[in-house]
C-alpha cells in the first residue's frame, strides 16, 4: 500500500528518534484502518485576528453635576505560544459642576474661578459647585503577556495619559506561577507612575486665600505626584465550582496630592457662617476662603478576596475589599454579582455594591476665623464620611454573528456625613453634604476581527 | 431504547452562507456544515453523517446489549468470531498498544468499575485498584484475527477510538457522494472533507478551559484536515488537594499525574488527531514535549490562569 509505505519511510527516517517515529507508524496504521488513501495533509492555521472589547458609558450625576461620556476600546492580538499583545485607549469628555468644599451660606457667595480670571456665584442656602469642570481626557495602555517557562507567566506594560491639566505615565510588570497542577497561582506585580499638575493660572499654594481675579500670588508652577504600587496575589481552584483570590495591595504616593480645586471656607467661630470680605469687590471672592492642603504622601494598604462560584451556567461573584491608609481612611466594599443565563445565548446580571469609609484625619467641614491653620485641611466630599450603594442589572447576548453584546444601567447614591464636632452654630441647620445620586449606562460590543 | 431513537433526528437550517445539520450522537450534540446548494441537500448529507455515527454508536458502544463489543465481552472465556470492520479496530487497537507502549489498552475500559469521574472524592483503594487490574492488559488476551478470547471479567471498549472513527467514516461516505467541502463535527471531533470553495477556510473555535468572558478562544482557519481534543475539565475528583484527572494510565491502574486538561491536536484525519491527543494526554507532565516531537500543531490547556486586578490604579 502507497500510503503505508511513505508513511513507513518517514518512520525510518525519523527512526532515531522513537516518539517521533509515532506519527508516522500512527499514519500508516489509520490508512490501514479506514481502507483509504494518502489523505490530503492538514492546513489549520491560528485565526492571527484581533479580539476587540468596546464600551460606551454614560456617567451622570444628578442636579447639573458631573457628566461623563467614555469610550473605551481594549483590544487583544493572541499570538501562537499563548503570547498576548493587548491595547488601550479610553476618551473621556467630561462636564458639569463639583462641589468646591466650601459651605452653603444664608446668602450668595462669590468665588474666584481656579483659572484666576473671572468669579462665579452660588445662591443663597445651596452647596458651592465650581461649574468651570470641563476637561477631555485621552488614556492609551499597552501590555505584552508570555509564558515563561511552563509555569510562568509574565505581563509588563505602559499607561499614559493626557487631559488639559494633568498627565500620567506608567509601567507596570507581574510575573505569576503555578503550583500544585495548576490549582494554585501566586503572583507578583509592580507599577510606577510619574503625574504632572498644571491647571490653568498655576497650582493653588495649600491653605493660602483665596484672591481677586488676576492675582497669582497664592500660586506656584507645575507640580508632580508619583505613585508605586505592589500587589501580591495567590488564586486557588477549591473545587470545580469554586476560585478563590486574594490580594494585598500597597501604594505609596508622593508629591502634590491636593485637588487644586477644592477650598474651605473659614466660618466665625459661634455663628458658623463665613466671614464676609470687601477686598476684592466685584472681582473676587465675598467670603474669606483658603485653599485645601493635604500631607505630601499617602501609604495605603489593602486587602482584597474574591470567590466565584460557578453552578451549571450560573455565576455568583462575591469580592470584598478593605482598605486602610496613613490619612485614617479606612474604606470596606462589598460587590456581589450573579449570572443568570437566559437560554443559550443570553444572560442576566444583577449587580450589588456597598461601600463605606471614613474620614480622612484632617478633614475639616470649615476653619474658623482667628484660629491657627491646622497643619492640613481639606473639606473634599471624596475625604469625608460616607456610604455609597450602587445596584444595576446588565442584560447580554450573542449576536447573530457570535459577538457579545451587553447593556447595564446601574445606579449610584452617596449619602455623607460631617461629623457632628465640626459643625457650628448655624451650619447645624444646613444641608452641607447633600446626597449624590448618580445613574450609569453602559453599551459593551466584544467582536473579533 | 425507546429514548435513544427519539433523539435520532436532524434538523437543518441556514447559518451564515452555509448550511448546518444537527443531531445527537455518542452522548454528544453533532452537525455537519457544508456548502451546499440547498436545504434538500444538506438534509442528505446530514442525514449520511448521521446514520454512519449512529450505526457505528450501536455497532461498537459498550452501553448496548447484544452488539459485538458486547458478545465478546459476555463471551465469559470462549473465542468470538468478529466482523472485518471490528477486526480492523482491533488491530489498530493493538498497534497503539505497541506504539504507547502499552499506555493505551482497549482493555482499559473496566478501570470505570472503581474511578467514577464525577468531581467529588471517592478515591478507589489501593486494593481496589489491584483487583481490577488483575483484568487489565491487552498482553492477557489471544487475538488471532477474526478470534478474540479472553479470560471472563474482561472487557474491551471502543471509547478512545469510535468517536474520532466515525468522523473519518463520515467523512469518506461524504467525499463518494459529493465534492461540497463539508465540515463533520461529532462532538468537537471534527474533519474536512475537501477545500472549501465559497470561503477560504471553516473556522473552528478552540476553548480554553473555564474560559471567562473577557478572553478570546483561539480561532482556527481549517482548510482541509482534521481536529480532536482529548481531556474534559468537568471530568476530574480532587481528594485533599490533590487532582486526579480521568486519563488512567492502563499500566498502574491510577490517573495519569499532570496531564493538561485539554489538549487539541490537528492532523490529516481525526483519527489520527484523536490518537495524538490521547498519547500526549499519557505522558502527562511531557504531554508538550511528545507533541512537539511530532512535530504537529496543536494547543495545550493546562487551565485557565485568572487575571488579578489590575496593577495600576
Redesign the interface.
Known sequence: MVAADVAATKGSIMGNNSKLSISGALAAATCTLLGSGLPEPVQAQEEPGWDFNTALLYYGEDGDRVQDLSLNILSRRAFIDDKFLSLGLTVDALTGASPNGALPQSSAQTFTRPSGEKTYTTPAGELPLDDSFRDTRVALTASWQQPLGRLYQLSFGASASAEYDYTHAGLNAKLARDFNQRNTTVSAGIAVAHDSLDPVGGTPIGLAPMLGEEDTSNRMGDQTKDVLDIVFGVTQVMSRNLLMQFNYSYSDASGYLNDPYKILSIVDGVTGDAIPTNDFGDDGPSQLNVFEKRPDTRVKHSLFTQAKYYMNGKVLDVSYRYMTDDWEIDSHTVDLRYRWPIGDRSYLEPHFRFYTQTEAEFYRASLIDGQPLPEYASADYRLGNFDAITAGLKYGWKTGSGNDMSVRLELYQQSGSIPSEQLIGNQLDRDNYPDLNAVILQFSYRFGL | MAARQKQRHVRVGED?GSWRGRFEAMASPCELLCEATGRAEAQRLTEIVANEAWRIEDKFSRYLPGNIVDQINSAGGRAVEVDPETA??I??GV??YQ?SERRFDITSGVLRRIWRFD?SSNIPTAAQVDEVMNDVGWHRVTWESPSITMAAGMEIDFGGIGKE?AV??AA?LLREETSVSCLVNLGGDLAVTSRPKQRNTW?VGIEAV?RP??M?A??????????ATSGDA?R?L?KE???YSHILDPMTGWPVQ?AP?SITV????C??AG??ST?AMLQGKGA?T?LE?????YWCD??Y??E??S???
Open positions: 451564515n480492523q479496530l488491530d489498530f498497534t497503539l506504539l468531581g472513527f473519518d467514516r469518506a473556522k473555564n468572558a473577557d478570546p483561539s480561532l482556527l482557519n481549517l482548510q482541509i484536515g482534521a481536529l468537568r476530574f480532587v488537594g490533590v487532582r499532570d486538561r490537528a492532523a490529516d484525519t483519527t489520527q490518537m495524538l498519547l508538550e511528545f516531537a511530532q512535530d504537529v500543531s493546562r487551565g490562569l485568572p488579578l486586578d496593577v495600576a490604579p
